[in-house]
Structure formats: structure tokens, C-alpha cells
């Protein structure tokens, strides 16, 4: 099972995007369920992340919206963003 720490950044992010929308909140609760079982199950879409985010991956959130993570190590990750594609991307 992956651990999840929040950043700052993305805290600020959730809160802005999610805080108050129960269906927004709900669809995290359930992603990131499967995130910590497996954070390449297909139904997330992750993928590798490039230029100036290559250190960094994403799943899908929802059709609109991508969480952007880094691998701490095998069993830890670190959420940095989520919003919309281009909120996160550039």
C-alpha cells in the first residue's frame, strides 16, 4: 500500500477546486482509494509527466481535472497539484 503526504500547494489547490462539492470530494475519496492500492491501476490513466514536471506523474481525477504526484520511494508519494489540465501542466 502506497502512503500519500499532501503538499502545501496542494492542499491550497483541493481546497480552492473540491472543499464544499460532495461529488468532487466524493470521486477523490474513491480515486485515491485505488491509488494506494496500486497507483498504476488503469482506471487512474497515470502517466509519466515531461519538461519542466519530468520528475513528476498524474492520474485522472476526473475528465476535467489531473492530480500531479511525485514518487518519494517505492511506498511513498507525495501529491503536488490538482486542477484542470492546463492548471497543472503549465
Known sequence: MIHVSKSAKFLRSYK?????????????SE????????PYDPSLGTHKLKGKLRHSW?????????????????HTVIL?????????YY
Request: hydrophobic share 45%; aromatic share 10%.
Open 16 to 28: 480552492r477546486l473540491i472543499k464544499g462539492r460532495a461529488d468532487l470530494q466524493k470521486e477523490f
Open 31 to 38: 480515486k485515491i482509494v485505488i491509488f494506494m492500492a496500486n
Open 58 to 74: 498524474g492520474f485522472s481525477l476526473t475528465h476535467g481535472l489531473r492530480v500531479v504526484f511525485m514518487f518519494v520511494d517505492d
Open 80 to 88: 503536488e497539484d490538482i486542477g484542470t489540465h492546463d492548471d497543472v
